[in-house]
């Protein structure tokens, strides 16, 4: 009984994995994904020229071609910063959702519009309210 046992361990045994060889990209360079990010904006540095089959990282774009840079966010009215762009200096009412069942709203003057803020000014008080865009999910504009 005892030896049919062991043989039905050894049965499911699982080999050991192979080793893997270190990385062979320093850290810091476009290879390593957790190096330096490309849009931090530092350059990452050269691999070791004695490194074989890695090729060394050119510092400089080729010639006839823009980096790419991030653009200016969009604010169409096709997107939400865009149409309240259009009715800044108008009364509203921003309803917003905090976790997942408690609902707040605030009345103001629209004041300015941000990527992803907007800014009232309170009717009661006269302070500026500053509003963080991703948590409003409806907007009264009064006429």
Known sequence: MRNQQNGDNNKYMIPAAPMMPP???PPG???NPIGVPPWAG???SLPPT???GVQPVPSQPPTG?????PGPPVMDKEYIQ?????VIGRPIKAEFILGTNMFLDREGILVDVGIDHIVMRESRTDDLLICDLYSI???TVFY
């Open 50 to 52: 004695g490194t074989p």
């Open 82 to 86: 865009g149409y309240l762009k259009t």
């Open 65 to 69: 071609t823009m980096p790419q840079q």
């Open 42 to 44: 530092v350059q990452p």
């Open 23 to 25: 990385c062979m990209y």
């Open 29 to 31: 360079t476009v290879y």
């Open 137 to 139: 999910k409806f907007v």
